[in-house]
């Protein structure tokens, strides 16, 4: 295990963790109704922008985990990147085609 390996094992996990956490506190406001309550307007701006940030920096450290085991491990999981693009061509395909609607008759 090299150092690369080590640093994408960490960005994975503090992404992770950071995306867990902000969902979380997200969930936790929620009340049984589904809507969040907070004690004032400047007590909701406070946690949407901690969550916000908390959320982009989480996903930024997934990317980041991700680039960095694509760079670093390109031979080995080339073919994944194939697969990846061919998948979604395939569903952009899928989803943009006009579907043909059928009577119950047949």
Known sequence: ???????????????????????????????????QHFTSYKAK????LIDALQWGFGIGGLLSATLLIFMEHAPAWGFLMLFLAAAFAIERDYYTTPKRQYDRTH
């Open 1 to 35: 295990m090299t150092a690369i390996d080590i640093q994408i094992i960490i960005f994975g996990l503090l992404g992770l963790a950071l995306v867990y956490w902000a969902n979380k506190r997200r969930f936790e406001r929620t009340t049984i109704y589904g809507t």
């Open 45 to 48: 701006i406070k946690a949407r």
